[in-house]
């Protein structure tokens, strides 16, 4: 991983997902780039100067206010990450950050979790949601109130499909830095046939396409999926969680698709990374 973008508001609220983004940077050896989306006030622009003007002046006001916030926010944690920082005009949060990472090509996208505090409305509910179902690159989304940690446990669900090797094969890239145990689980009701033999298939295939072996393979059985997967987390202690954003329909296809993703981003208390299977 060599370059990792987080989107920012600049909030009070947001700084411990900044120093989260920087620390995971480092621990990844990667770059980062910090953006901030702004707009213009809703003024008669024409009457006063030409917008222009206006933007060219809000925009070195705004950088101005982004440097000083990651300044005055990463004064005590020492890393050796290269930061870049970039201001964004758009009054549209979310099309500013799918304009800028579709122009950065980052490896990682970061934003905090919903929270009451964020500035522009709700900054990850309903942006989240926006971005996962169109966001090229990974979603890593961070509860506003994490603190950065060593990454031990991460939780995959899986539902036995080629574009979960693909996914997988995405998640090493944070799993390896850290040496973590990937616990891949299935989630399912109790009339779901022959489950066992569908992971030790899958289990068979994965160690065929990489060399990562710290990884277990579970069954969990929960007629509600989304309760399931929540009880498993907190069962083996995850450090995090690793969801794919699947586009076909189907049955755990139904629960394993944006609907289910967006429920626990609005519930999940650690880091979940989101994997668009169209981008993958």
């Keep these: 991983m060599k370059n990792i973008l987080y989107a920012t508001d600049c909030s009070k609220h947001d700084t411990n997902t900044l120093q989260y983004a920087l620390m995971l940077s480092d621990t990844l050896k990667a770059n980062l780039t910090v953006l901030h989306i702004f707009s213009l006030p809703p003024i008669a622009v024409k009457t006063i100067r030409p917008k222009k003007y206006l933007s060219e002046h809000a925009y070195d006001e705004q950088l101005l206010v982004l440097k000083d916030y990651c300044s005055n926010n990463l004064k005590d944690n020492e890393t050796d990450v290269v930061i870049k920082y970039e201001v964004r005009e758009d009054d549209s949060v979310t099309n500013g950050i ?29 942006i989240a949601k926006a971005l996962i179902e169109k966001v090229a690159a990974p979603l890593f989304i961070v509860p506003s109130a994490k603190s950065f940690q060593k990454i031990n446990t991460l939780v995959y669900a899986t539902d036995f499909e080629e574009d979960d090797f693909l996914a997988i094969k995405k998640l090493l890239d944070i799993a390896k830095p850290f040496d973590a145990i990937i616990k891949v689980v299935h989630i399912t009701n109790n009339d779901e046939y022959a489950v066992n033999d569908k992971m030790a298939w899958f289990k068979e295939m994965l160690f065929e396409k990489t060399s990562y072996t710290n990884m277990t393979f579970e069954v969990s059985i929960n007629d509600n999926i989304y309760e399931g997967l929540r009880v498993y987390i907190d069962t083996v202690n995850a450090d995090m969680i690793a ?7 189907g049955f755990l296809k139904r629960l394993f698709h944006k609907d289910l993703i967006k429920k626990m981003e609005s519930k999940i208390t650690i880091p979940m990374l989101s994997l668009n299977a169209g981008a993958l």
């Design 243 to 249: 969801l794919l954003e699947r586009e076909q329909n």
């Design 98 to 126: 799918l304009s800028e990472t579709a122009a950065l090509s980052p490896d990682l996208l970061i934003i905090g979790m919903k929270d009451e505090h964020t500035a522009r409305g709700s900054f990850t509910g309903s």
